[in-house]
């Protein structure tokens, strides 16, 4: 059909069809790639990059390629056996679908939206040039003179879909030949401009150009002489060349563009940046390693279940058993207990209750993976009625879950020298959490750890942390509602909680994008199966990004100080930069379950908080409430053989190797210690007892002592901590707490999703106890919360991911009387 023949009916209904989907799939790429800008151009909070545009650019030409073999699959004629690109280049190049009816009809259109992207490509471009940093002034003239070149070619693109090639196949070639030729050539430039260039990006950019140079020279050759060169070759090096060509703007790290001098805080986004694009491209370098992971990882999994069926027929007949003496006046109904032996100090020992066969497993593991460790123990607790039995998480163990019991652990607080076990696998050893670290450089890094913190919450460097804080709650105000939305509240709290912990250590906020490659994962993947972590392309990302958070550390303003310190106590300076690493990306995460918690339950309050800011009494007990909500998973091993004592006063007695286990955050939920002790309780501490009480008395109940994952002891061992596994954060957690609250409730005023409110208010309780108490009580049983492995394991559960639906700054205001007279009169 010729260019001016008409389209005939069938044709113009393919022709309205492929307009549909042409702009259909426009739209949706416009709309991810620029809604923000498009939707609010004044408060957008990211800029265009001259990249977004070309890689809209690129999607736009595959909109045309879709478009263009569906009109021709369903309403063109074409032979594709005997048409001019046959009798030109020997087979049929991409351009088949643009050069019969209706496609022609189409894609000039088409191309326009190409060309203009590819334009503002150019555009935005030559002006960031100008703007880039210690570039030869040669460097800029050629980069502008790309930029040129390929305004006109995206100019004159569209002949190559408007000229059909039986018409002039030279006419309709060129065009695409001029776009084959430049596009490698931006790429070029690209590499140039970028001082921080890898040598697989330079590579990637030379294995591009070439099958750019070797198409371009076959099509020269076939237009030139009209007789082309092997058919078979050809076709591989075009089709080599399409699959790189679309994905290559996607794979193209930008330049960092230059600061303001005075502008610090740009120049920590520009650094952050460049730092995240490394990680993400060292990633993507390892992604064929995908390829020996996926069948050794299924291998491991059908070993870790052999090896568990093997390992429970085998303890049917060897009925392994953690205890250290053998009974004999058992109840044989097994529910009760029943003391049959006397130790030297008459205490009676106690049958063990088992909650499964003594082995350790895959199945028991994902047990305890998927319903989290402190929900599984509260419904196994309940059924056995006892708070000290055995079971299996993937390791035999004798579960401690009540405070006395917990305490065993305590004989082992003094010994850093002492590892606890881990439940899972770590892709670096030297990135694993404190707890599980031994030996004299722990001892030397402990020393360093605590150097770095605050003293008090009175020192300078606690005052500069809750200051980073504030500035991060306040980047949140600056979101507008469409990109807050997208955002998590666990990930806005994380951002908060970085900022503090890396703000009063190293003196300056660490990226918390970079702590993202981290930490979960992959650094923590479970124990069950075994997987060739080095295989991972996100391990090469993680490898990337800790290099990149230590050059961040040593660019800090304290580091010169910190460096000094482990200079004289002899301490390696990788290990503290690893250390401080840890605390800032891991060990600060234990925070994470107090300030969600306080998120959604301050705005159930009357005045939504601000009567705890007039009530220093109220504002101490609820951030301790908040905290006895809080705890990690621990595993140790006995050294010797152990009495194990519990709340109740009964005492057993376990082999030396057998593996103790304890959820710091489930025994403080002692019924002996506590009570009602699954409800929050807001005027639980309005009585504050002391500090050194274990044991409720005089209408008074002990201060949680389960902050975080390690308080072995009691809150009067402090001289404990330099040689101790305990959390150094913990002295602080709760004026932490006590600060965050106070921020949020003064300064700002925030809405959480429809759902969350929903689900949060349902457990408020009405009834009982609570109908008449004047404070507020909140069922938080461990089947309301979302267990699971993670340092979020005893928040509220929610249906979906809670996000902040607004999150505005208000002027800082103090609560008003009414909220004080509510909370002080008797």
């Known amino acids: 059909m010729g260019s001016n023949d008409r389209p005939d009916e069938n044709e113009i209904h393919g022709i309205i069809v492929g307009y549909v989907i042409y702009f259909s799939l426009l739209t949706i790429i416009v709309t991810c790639k620029f809604s923000n800008s498009l939707k609010n151009p004044n408060k957008s909070t990211q800029t265009i990059s001259p990249e977004d545009y070309f890689q809209t650019a690129v999607l736009s030409l595959c909109s045309m390629i879709i478009t263009g073999i569906i009109l021709t699959s369903v309403w063109s004629h074409v032979n594709y056996h005997d048409n001019p690109l046959i009798q030109f280049y020997g087979y049929n190049n991409i351009c088949i679908v643009f050069d019969t009816s209706p496609s022609t009809f189409v894609m000039p259109v088409c191309w326009f939206f190409t060309g203009f992207f590819l334009v503002c490509y150019a555009v935005a471009d030559s002006k960031r040039i100008w703007r880039l940093p210690k570039l030869s002034k040669f460097c800029r003239v050629v980069s502008q003179m790309v930029d040129i070149l390929l305004i006109f070619v995206a100019s004159f693109g569209s002949l190559f879909v408007s000229i059909q090639p039986e018409q002039d196949m030279i006419a309709h070639t060129v065009p695409f030949l001029s776009l084959i030729i430049i596009l490698p050539c931006v790429y070029a430039v690209h590499c140039w401009q970028s ?45 080599i060349w399409l699959l790189l060509a679309i994905p290559a703007p996607f794979l193209m790290p930008p330049p960092a563009e230059p600061v303001r001098n005075d502008d610090p805080d740009g120049a920590r986004k520009a650094l952050f940046q460049k730092l995240k694009t490394r990680a993400f491209y060292a990633g993507a370098h390892a992604l064929p390693l995908l390829l020996l992971f996926i069948p050794m990882t299924l291998l491991s999994i059908l070993w870790s279940i052999t090896a568990a069926f093997v390992g429970r027929l085998r303890a049917l007949v060897m009925k392994p058993t953690p205890v250290a003496v053998d009974f004999t006046n058992i109840d044989s109904t097994g529910s009760k207990i029943v003391p049959t032996v006397a130790t030297e100090t008459g205490q009676k020992i106690c049958p063990l209750k088992f909650a499964d066969a003594y082995v350790g497993d895959i199945f028991g593991y994902y047990m305890n993976f998927w319903k989290g460790f402190h929900v599984y123990a509260h419904a196994l607790a309940e059924r056995l009625e006892s708070k000290v039995f055995a079971l299996n998480i993937g390791f035999p163990v004798v579960g401690c879950f009540d405070t006395t019991s917990a305490e065993t652990f305590n004989c082992y607080r003094s010994e850093l020298n002492f590892k606890f076990i881990s439940q899972f696998q770590y892709a670096t050893q030297n990135l694993t959490s404190n707890i599980v670290q031994d030996g004299t450089i722990a001892l030397q890094v402990r020393e360093m750890t605590l150097h770095c913190l605050p003293q008090s919450p009175r020192d300078e460097s606690f005052a500069r942390g809750v200051s980073f804080m504030r500035q991060e709650l306040y980047k949140l105000t600056e979101l507008d509602d469409e990109w807050l939305t997208r955002i998590p509240v666990d990930q806005a709290l994380d951002r908060v909680i970085v900022a503090f912990v890396s703000g009063a250590m190293v003196g300056d906020v660490i990226c918390h994008d970079l702590l993202q490659f981290i930490y979960p994962m992959p650094q923590i993947q479970p124990l069950f199966p075994w997987m060739p972590l080095f295989l991972l392309p996100s391990y090469y990302a993680m490898m990337s990004a800790i290099n990149s958070t230590i050059e961040l550390i040593h660019n800090t303003p304290r580091w ?165 596994h305990r959390c150094p954060m913990m002295p602080f957690a709760q004026p932490l707490l006590k600060e965050f609250v106070k921020l949020v409730v003064t300064e700002f005023t925030w809405d959480l999703n429809r759902l969350t409110k929903r689900t949060v208010n349902q457990l408020v309780l009405q009834n009982g106890n609570a109908a008449t108490n004047k404070y507020l009580h909140i069922n938080m049983l461990p089947d309301v919360l979302r267990g699971g492995l993670g340092a979020d394991d005893q928040v509220i559960a929610t249906p979906i991911k809670p996000f902040f639906v607004s999150f505005k700054s208000v002027p800082v205001s103090v609560a008003c009387d009414e909220g004080v007279e509510m909370y002080d009169r008797k």
């Open 560 to 724: 010169p100080e910190i460096a000094n310190k482990a200079k004289e106590i002899g301490a390696p300076l990788d290990a503290v930069s690893r250390s401080l690493l840890i605390a800032i990306g891991l060990n600060s995460s234990g925070l994470r379950c107090s300030f969600i918690n306080s998120v959604f339950i301050l705005p159930l309050l009357p005045l939504g908080g601000k009567e705890l800011v007039a009530n220093e009494a109220l504002l101490e007990s609820f951030c301790w409430e908040v905290l006895r909500f809080c705890g990690l998973a621990l595993l140790m091993e006995a050294k010797e053989e152990t009495n194990i004592s519990s709340s109740k006063g009964e005492h057993y007695k376990v082999k030396a190797g057998t593996k103790l286990f304890t959820h710091t955050g489930y025994q403080s939920r002692d019924e002996a210690i506590y009570a009602d002790p699954h409800v929050f309780k807001l005027d639980r501490f309005l009585k504050a007892p002391p500090r050194d009480m274990s044991v409720p008395r005089d209408g008074m109940e002990p201060l949680p002592i389960s902050i975080f994952n390690c308080p072995f002891g009691h809150m009067d061992r402090m001289e404990e901590f330099r040689t101790c």
């Open 195 to 239: 001082c921080q260039r890898s040598w697989t990006y330079v590579l990637a950019v030379v294995l591009y150009g070439a099958f750019s140079a070797v198409k371009a020279s076959l099509t020269i050759i076939a237009l030139a002489t009209k007789h082309h060169l092997s058919a078979d070759w050809a076709q591989r090096v075009d089709i």
